[in-house]
């Protein structure tokens, strides 16, 4: 299960361990709550999004190391 807090929204859902952030958000989140970049019909390359603060690509990184801890 991964939990993630998503423009102030907590979203939780299951994911398998391979699956990159920006699948993640578009398979999870609701479709009107999806950011712009995730509204298109696949993904940009560069999706760009803030994650704690610091610039992180989406489309690189794991969903399960996202989530909240603690």
């Known amino acids: ?16 361990p391979r699956t990159h952030l ?10 009107d709550r999806h950011p712009s ?6 993904v940009r390359e560069h999706a760009r999004l803030l994650l704690d603060d610091m ?3 989406s489309c690189i990184i794991y969903a399960v190391a996202c989530t909240e801890r603690g």
């Open 55 to 57: 610039p992180a690509r």
């Open 22 to 31: 920006a699948e993640f958000l578009r398979d999870s989140l609701q479709p």
């Open 37 to 42: 970049w995730l509204r298109a019909r696949g």
């Open 1 to 16: 299960m991964i939990a993630l807090i998503v423009n102030g929204a907590r979203v939780n859902a299951s994911a398998e």
